[in-house]
């Protein structure tokens, strides 16, 4: 008896695994295990989401015309070189399948984006996984990963799982270092949790270089996370390609709807903004008074923040991973990401931030 046969780069490939949602037993556990938006979506987003159900009949604009429109006027880019996908990992999953073959490579940092590697293998291409420099983007070791068949360098700024960042004349120095046929994917995931309204520049190279695309999400500071909204930008040849590819309707009718509401409410951004800061800062500085206990809060950029701990013992990641579990507080232990040493927790409100700095308290006296 014979069966369908997957090509052996899909076999190979370690199916993403999403931040839980529970645990320890709780029947309503506070997650931060997804770098979600805990203050949620702007009021505006909530009532167009609403207001546009009763047309879910209705296909939506396939092309997100007047989102793209949004986009571009509040970044200051042309809407014609905006593309828009089910969120930014529809479009991340794409472009591997757009300019790599079997027998490529796509290079990645080390501790990185889980999705890289998976858009790598669908296209039958190698992840090469770059080694960092103190859990960021080593910009030298990245260029000698680069070989002659690699065809894409996907770059997270803020990084996910580890919040670092390296800063705009790093970014420019990666690019100058590559080939012209190598891509350079900036995925600005969480740039708006900084103040600057281009933190790396990779708007900026995306504007003026053929080989450079920007990505961004409306599943972090926008609160829509749900809803899988987002958006590269880059050269023309580059938001052509993506355009011939994409799924024909990528954006439900409700999703465009609040996405181009959440766009309108910049003062909610804002705020999200600074009440992040405030509570990853209430966060890192909590995890460095345990120092003596062998916990480091790495110093992050993002809506989260990657705490190593001692490789073994009552205060190894998993055993506290655990224990917050046990307490109420889901958060993200990273073993399969080559990082069983660290625990990585998602900023929340300030009554859900003091919860998991007293569980944490609590565990580390005990």
């Known amino acids: 008896m014979t069966a369908p046969v997957p090509n052996p780069w899909i076999s190979a490939i370690q199916a993403y695994v999403p931040g839980s949602a529970k645990g320890g037993g709780h029947a309503s556990p506070v997650k931060l295990s997804s770098n979600e938006n805990p203050w949620g979506a702007s ?3 909530i009532e167009a989401l609403k207001d546009a159900a009763a047309g879910s009949h209705r296909y939506p604009d396939g092309t997100a015309e007047a989102l793209r429109h949004k986009i571009a006027k509040l970044h200051g880019l042309n809407p014609e070189l905006v593309a828009c996908g089910t969120g930014s990992d529809e479009i991340l ?19 990185g984006f889980m999705v890289y590697p998976i858009a790598a293998r669908r296209a039958g291409a190698e992840p090469l996984a770059a080694p960092d420099a103190d859990y ?64 790396d520049g990779g708007l900026a190279l995306a504007q003026t270089t053929t080989n450079v695309l920007v ?7 926008y609160g829509l996370g749900g809803l ?40 909610f951004v804002s705020r999200c903004r600074a009440w992040n800061r405030e509570q990853r800062t209430r966060l ?36 506290i991973h655990k224990g917050l579990a046990q ?18 927790i998602s900023v929340g409100t300030a009554d859900e931030t003091g919860g998991v700095i007293a569980a944490l308290n609590e565990i580390a006296a005990a």
Not at 285 to 302: H, V
């Open 43 to 45: 009021p505006l987003a």
């Open 93 to 111: 999953q794409l472009l591997p399948l757009i300019y790599c073959k079997p027998g490529d490579s796509v290079v990645h940092v080390n501790h």
């Open 136 to 199: 960021a983007a080593d910009v030298d070791a990245i260029l000698r990963t680069v070989r002659e068949d690699t065809r894409i360098v996907f770059l997270a700024n803020p990084n996910n799982p580890t919040g670092t960042m390296i800063p705009a004349s790093e970014v420019a120095r990666l690019h100058a270092g590559l080939r012209r046929d190598v891509l350079l994917v900036v995925d600005q995931a969480y740039a708006e949790y900084l103040d600057e309204a281009d933190p």
């Open 215 to 221: 990505t961004r999400t409306f599943s972090k500071i």
């Open 228 to 267: 899988r909204v987002g958006w590269a930008t880059g050269a023309a040849p580059l938001i052509t390609e993506l355009n011939r590819v994409r799924a024909p309707f990528p954006i439900s009718v409700p999703a465009l709807a609040a996405a181009e509401a959440a766009l309108d409410d910049q003062e």
């Open 284 to 319: 890192s500085d909590a995890i460095s008074r345990l120092g003596n206990k062998g916990l480091r809060a790495i110093p992050s950029e993002g809506n989260f923040v990657l705490m190593t701990c001692p490789e073994s013992g009552p205060l190894s990641a998993e055993a």
């Open 327 to 344: 307490r109420g507080y889901i958060t993200r232990w990273l073993p399969g990401q080559g990082l069983p040493h660290a625990v990585r």
